[in-house]
């Protein structure tokens, strides 16, 4: 059995891809169902967030895993094998094992550290364990990922000064503006990116309004930051109250459009918005970079704004990535031990049939022993198999899981012939 992953993110695929193959919260159960139904797909999960869509997969297939994931994947997005496919990466063995740890950890992360991405690869986990694709191995491997990632939070910088999408978009904010007070920011969304922003305009003079499908959770946010919260109805008629607007909902098409947005400018007499897009599928039509006083960034544009945060963590991510090589090394010891286990029964199986074989061969001969000769007879042979297979067992139970450890197994099952038909 081997860890599959297959999947893209921010830096092998621009949003307009990623954002055909980005199920809905209503959808995501489906869609892992149909994913772990595939031929030669043993376990599963889906990890979907606004920078990447993968999957998780337990398989000992890969090849024939690979070819069905994509195909699937394709055909959720409306394209073609060919058009998707030099968007993706697939890691497979030790190298999925890692690049698990690392997005877990946020080291594969648009921006650096961020802390959300870990309660997201824990929900994808908790949704497969409902589901029940999610088994004994890649179980494991999940609750591996989370210990890496609790270590590197722990023992490194990169929790410091904690950094999410919502603050580079509060960010670019404060670069566009220089100074945030007296200006409205709009939340379009009450979800934990807008929740996030919010925090981050908070104590910076900026009225805060939030705009949600359930007005009751608007006015909720928007009440913890002394700002103000209507429903989704109400957005077209505010809009121009906003100088910049932050949106991240689960929509599924864009739910501001150019007409919107021409419309709230010659209400505000031209004056200058500045939209800012952090939702996967995006929440703002790229068509209103084209109107004059609208300024409008994306997800992407963002990662640009991270790389400055990257640089001052270079010596973190170092020491990150070494706890990540040394949780890389203890999941494959655990993996390589799983194929000693069933190599020690069938040996000690093996010589057990051929002692029991030849004991009551020789007892057969042997009419005139007494009971309790033929006890002792047997309590010999049961002691010179154990004495025999002691070292043998000791050696594999011992390295079995180290690097070398695969080599051994194989030795010991071609030198005793397990798997093979004991000739008497």
């Known amino acids: ?215 009751e959770r608007a006015r909720e946010l928007a009440m913890r930051f002394d700002g103000e919260g209507f429903g989704l109805t109400d957005l077209e008629r505010r809009l121009a109250e906003a100088d910049i607007i932050i949106s991240s909902t689960g929509a599924v098409r864009p739910i501001v459009g150019t007409d919107m947005v021409r419309a709230a400018l010659k209400q505000r007499r031209y004056r200058s918005q500045f939209y800012i897009d952090i939702a996967v599928p995006r929440d703002l039509a790229p068509e209103i970079a084209q109107i004059d006083n609208a300024f409008l960034y994306d997800i992407d544009d963002l990662e640009k704004i991270s790389r400055e945060n990257r640089q001052d963590r270079d010596m973190e991510i170092a020491a990150a990535d070494a706890i990540v090589a040394g949780g890389v090394d203890d999941f494959m010891s655990w993996v390589r031990s799983l194929d000693v286990v069933p190599t020690l029964v069938a040996l000690r199986e093996s010589l057990e049939t051929i002692r029991d074989q030849e004991v009551e061969k020789a007892l057969k001969g042997w009419s005139t022993l007494t009971r309790e000769d033929r006890d002792r007879v047997i309590n010999l042979a049961r002691i010179m198999v154990n004495r025999i297979l002691h070292v043998p067992i000791t050696q594999l139970r011992e390295h079995g899981g180290h690097q070398d450890g695969t080599a051994l197994v194989e030795a010991a099952r071609k030198l005793f012939r397990l798997g093979e038909e004991h000739q008497a």
């Open 1 to 215: 059995m081997k860890i599959l992953i297959i999947g893209l993110n921010h830096k092998t695929a621009p949003v307009a891809i990623r954002e055909k193959i980005a199920p809905s919260d209503n959808q995501l159960t489906d869609w892992l169902r149909e994913l772990v139904r595939l031929e030669g797909v043993d376990e599963g999960l889906i990890l979907s967030t606004c920078n990447r869509f993968e999957t998780w997969l337990i398989t000992n297939q890969v090849e024939h895993a690979q070819a069905v994931v994509v195909r699937l994947l394709a055909s959720k997005g409306h394209m073609e094998v060919d058009t998707l496919e030099p968007h993706l990466y697939i890691h497979e063995g030790e190298a999925a094992v890692a690049h698990g740890y690392r997005v877990a950890s946020s080291l594969d992360s648009l921006v650096v550290g961020e802390a959300q991405v870990l309660g997201q690869v824990k929900q994808a986990w908790q949704l497969a364990s409902e589901v029940g694709s999610c088994g004994t191995l890649l179980g494991r491997y999940c609750h591996q990922a989370f210990r890496v990632a609790k270590k590197i939070r722990s023992e490194t910088g990169l929790a410091k000064n904690p950094v999410s999408i919502a603050s580079v978009a509060v960010t670019l904010a404060r670069k566009i503006f220089g100074v945030l007070e007296g200006h409205a920011c709009l939340l379009i969304g009450a979800g934990e990116m807008c929740e996030l922003a919010a925090r981050h305009l908070a104590g910076q003079g900026v009225r805060i309004l939030v705009a949600n499908r359930t007005l």
